[in-house]
């Protein structure tokens, strides 16, 4: 089996999206996908996978219970792209970076939508947030993108890149301030932050801020160790982080993807659970189930 699914995938890589894998190139209509699940995970270190398994049931009793069958990637583009060129695989990244490579599935019934993620009934969202240390003062430039992030030009931009904004009451005020910023972690924070970047650069044109996409564990240790001014987090701190603060700067759901030649339009918690936890390996015994 191991052989088979190896052999599919490498079938797939490089293919054109939604062409046939090894085939003549052309385009295969959505159909009923049969054998070896090709499970995708996130790394390690990556925050959308704590969130994801945590609210799954996937990690038990504080362990990552994730099988050990999974192809590990270790950015959100690297799980669509293999997605993508796969028509067994099945994967998840963050709403904010999903676009039409892939499929996207609802989870028990519900479609994954900004509004569903804030009016509560799409269940499987996180917040985004940024790391600083308690013991390390901010910068006076530091604390002003901050308050740059949170105003309402700041949360124009979250929504904008499809991400679910908080409250925000003022809007922002450029004050000429100069100097760096260094942020790291999350790739799937990362994309939104290069935009805010972007924009507060704009308005402040003497401030350089360099951003590191290296997963949100990295980014709360680059934080604790003050390299970095702000890490980005796709996950909440520990009860073992506590001497950090995180700050709340968006919303975001949790996307459970396929090829999109699969037919499939839907999945349960419980389906993924199985998936994950490997109990489930095969497309026909989870339509069984």
Request: aromatic share 4%.
């Amino acid at each position: 089996m191991m052989i088979k699914k190896i052999a599919r995938v490498m079938c797939a890589v490089g293919a054109t999206f939604a062409l046939a894998a090894c085939g003549n190139g052309e385009p295969v209509a959505p159909h009923e996908i049969t054998g070896t699940i090709d499970l995708v995970t996130r790394d390690e270190g990556s925050g959308t996978r704590a969130a994801f398994n945590e609210m799954l049931g996937i990690t038990q009793d504080g362990v990552d219970q994730t099988t050990l069958a999974a192809i590990v990637q270790n950015g959100t583009d690297q799980v669509m792209t293999l997605v993508a060129t796969d028509p067994g695989a099945i994967g998840y990244i963050s709403l904010g970076s999903l676009n039409d490579t892939v499929k996207p599935l609802n989870v028990d019934q519900v479609e994954p939508t900004e509004e569903n993620v804030l009016n509560g009934t799409y269940k499987l969202y996180r917040p985004f947030t940024v790391i600083t240390n308690k013991a390390r003062p901010l910068s006076e430039v530091s604390k002003d993108f901050l308050t740059f992030i949170q105003s309402k030009d700041g949360q124009a931009i979250v929504r904008d890149a499809g991400y679910v904004p908080i409250k925000a009451e003022q809007s922002y005020q450029a004050k000429g301030l100069s100097g760096n910023i260094n942020i790291s972690g999350s790739t799937s924070v990362g994309p939104v932050m290069e935009s805010l970047a972007e924009a507060y650069q704009k308005l402040n044109p003497k401030v350089s801020i360099n951003i590191t996409q290296n997963g949100s564990s990295a980014g709360i240790q680059a934080a604790r160790q003050g390299s970095s001014d702000f890490g980005i987090s796709s996950r909440q701190l520990t009860d073992a982080e506590q001497d950090l603060t995180e700050t709340v700067i968006a919303n975001d759901g949790i996307v459970v993807i396929v090829n999109k030649e699969n037919a499939r339009n839907d999945i349960t918690s419980a389906e993924l659970q199985k998936i994950y936890l490997g109990k489930v390996s095969d497309w026909e015994e989870l339509r069984a189930e």
